[in-house]
């Protein structure tokens, strides 16, 4: 397999997990925004769930600029 497409499978993998992880933060933020509307304060282990993913998304999408900085170099030769 060659570089490009490995980093192109790659990159596709990446994807598809910032998008689990988009999904599974979607659930605390949900019960954030809920409490907030009723004026009450989130339970920590929303508030702890979203912190961490969005940790996790942050991170994905670093390697993700990382793997097409990468490709972007490939073509170029």
């Known amino acids: 397999m ?3 497409s490995q980093i192109k499978k790659a990159m596709a993998d ?3 997990e ?3 992880y988009e999904h599974k933060r979607e659930r605390s933020q ?3 925004m809920r409490a907030m509307l009723a004026g009450k304060k ?3 282990e929303d508030e702890q769930y979203f912190t961490l993913f ?3 998304i942050d991170q994905e999408r670093e390697k993700l ?3 097409q900085a990468e490709l972007d ?3 170029k030769k």
């Open 30 to 32: 949900t019960a954030i």
């Open 65 to 67: 600029r990382s793997y």
């Open 14 to 16: 990446i994807e598809r």
């Open 54 to 56: 969005s940790n996790l």
């Open 73 to 75: 170099d490939l073509t």
């Open 18 to 20: 910032i998008e689990a």
């Open 2 to 4: 060659s570089k490009k």
């Open 42 to 44: 989130p339970l920590p």
